[in-house]
């Protein structure tokens, strides 16, 4: 038994097209008033009495008519005016789209609870849930009963609002309130007849009008026959209408490239179809939610690459120049193909590697992610390793004793790191290569995968970086880049005393780096 909480929303398909008396043109590309004089200076066939909404009237002719407004013939001096239905007075214009048969087939969609169920390792169902016994999840979505396995339920999300047509058939919905109908009262046929067009099936809500009119004429009289009226001229493009409503959903599951070429499709099936402008309007709505849908995949499955790559990465190189060759030229570009591969899987088979820059160009950028090099940081040079630290320009508080004998230790641990600097510059440079890999061989795993993430965040320009890095001091050395060892002797005089060391945990940069991208 299924329990129908009805809620009212706007249906997308806002226009009916029914086959008009004559003619029709395309659109004209702007609302703007153009005279010209008119080749055939004679009077017009069929004059009438145009009001506007401004409250002024015009005599004339209707030459031409089309979904968006009327060519009309000036009597006055046999020129002619392109008017949109807009600046017509309202009444009038609802009778001229009712003659021409410009109908409104905006309706009201039924909408019904639902739950989303988001799976383990990606992937959402949305739907009704029918039974939750045994091991798995029996939902109800897009009229069939799909079961998921609880094991693979991460989370349920409740209170989600969704088109009743999303989860059931509409032969399902209108058996249900069927049952619920007394067929002997005109107001329950009328009833059902509006939830039948929330539906859009047309052709049992004409039937139902039809049978509310049958059994009591003194009922809604005017309001019964307008809607039929309509119902019958909807029905008559039901096949066309049910056919887009299948283009929605496919939109709505992400499959734009079918929801595109079912389009292109229609347009071969009913060439003379009333439903062109909605058709255009389908297809803009299509192609703005694949680009939104491309713009959020992209954004997350780049940032979901760079983590999965860096890490391999830090477990198949075992140098250090190996690292960062990789993380400069081949995570990029894998990156990029497998975003790439991802998007035409999913949403596009259209998309091409110049269109994934673009969407990654325009991502939303919201949060910051953190890398860092952690005690990998010497490995950048004191200069790139340090850089962003600035003097935070303070007074100079007094000075004293201690603060004497501080500042005198912090002038020889700089002069100490110069000589050590100066030193490695003196050594080759594949004894520096060995300190390198020697290292890198001893990192950890995260450790390297943080490493080459925050490298390639701040070197290869893919990424926004936060303007100011942060820093965090060597917990060894306290950010000094050096520790003093004291030398006890054996007690004879001048036997002991204290040397400077190169940090050995952070090689004398007396920094951790960290940067924040996005």
């Known amino acids: ?36 004089p008119s080749e055939d200076a004679g009077a017009p066939k069929d004059v ?33 005016v392109r008017l949109p239905w807009s600046l017509m007075d309202p009444p009038q214009e609802a009778a001229l789209r009712e003659r021409f048969g410009y ?22 169902v949305i739907g009704v849930i029918q039974s939750r016994e045994g091991d798995n999840l029996i939902v109800k979505t897009g009229g069939n009963l799909q079961a998921v396995p609880k094991l693979r339920v991460q989370s349920i999300s409740q209170g989600l609002r969704i088109p009743a047509l999303d989860v059931y058939s509409r032969d399902e ?74 283009v929605d959903t496919l939109r709505k599951r992400k499959r734009f490239d079918e929801a595109l070429l079912a389009l292109e499709e229609f347009e071969a099936l009913f060439p003379e179809s009333p439903l062109y402008e909605d058709v255009n309007k389908k297809k803009s709505r299509i192609l703005k939610a694949r680009d939104k849908a ?50 035409q899987k ?29 005690l990998g940081t010497w490995l950048l040079g004191e200069d790139q390793a340090r850089a962003g630290i600035e003097d935070e320009g303070q007074a100079a508080p007094e000075v004293s004793v201690k603060d004497q004998e501080r500042a005198a230790m912090e002038a020889k641990i700089k002069r100490f790191l110069k000589n050590q600097e100066l030193a490695r510059k003196a050594r080759s440079r594949t004894d520096e ?25 701040e070197h290869v320009g893919d990424v926004e970086l936060k303007p100011k890095p942060r820093f965090q001091n060597c917990a060894t050395c306290a950010g000094s880049g050096a520790v003093e060892v004291m030398y006890v002797g054996g007690g004879g005089t001048g036997s002991g005393g204290t040397t400077l060391h190169k940090c050995p945990t952070c090689h004398g940069v007396g920094v951790v780096r960290k940067i924040f991208y996005r």
């Open 294 to 343: 491309i713009l959020d995949l992209v954004e997350k499955r780049w940032h979901y690459w760079l983590r999965r790559f860096a890490r391999a990465a830090a477990l198949e190189y075992t140098t250090y120049a190996e690292a960062v060759g990789y993380a400069e030229e081949g995570l990029p570009q894998e990156i990029r193909d497998h975003v790439l591969a991802d998007v």
């Open 103 to 124: 109908v409104d087939v905006s309706s009201e969609e039924l909408m019904i609870d639902a739950v989303s169920i988001q799976l383990r390792g990606g992937g959402e």
């Open 1 to 36: 038994m299924m329990n129908w909480t009805i809620s009212i929303v706007a249906l997308a398909s806002p226009v009916l097209l029914v086959p008009a008396v004559a003619a029709q043109t395309p659109p004209a590309e702007t609302a703007s008033v153009q005279l010209s």
């Open 346 to 374: 999913q949403l596009s088979e259209e998309v091409q590697p110049d269109h994934i820059m673009a969407f990654w160009a325009n991502r939303s950028a919201r949060r910051y992610q953190l890398a860092s090099y952690g």
């Open 433 to 457: 290569a060995e300190d390198y890999d020697r290292f890198w061989s001893t990192f950890s795993v995260n450790g390297r995968a943080q490493w080459i993430r925050a490298f390639y965040a």
């Open 173 to 246: 919905i209108y058996a249900q309130n069927l049952a619920n109908t007394a067929l002997d009262d005109p107001e329950a046929h009328f009833e059902l007849a509006r939830l039948c067009e929330r539906i859009l099936d047309f052709r049992r809500a004409a039937e139902h009008f039809a049978a509310a009119a049958e059994l009591d004429p003194e009922f809604k009289p005017e309001e019964v026959a307008f809607a039929l009226q309509l119902a019958q001229v909807k029905a008559e493009q039901q096949g066309q209408i049910d056919y887009l409503h299948e």
């Open 48 to 80: 009438i009495m145009l009001r506007l909404r401004d409250g002024s009237i015009r005599w004339g002719e209707i030459l031409e008519h089309d979904p968006d407004g009327i060519q009309f013939g000036l009597l006055a001096n046999g020129g002619r």
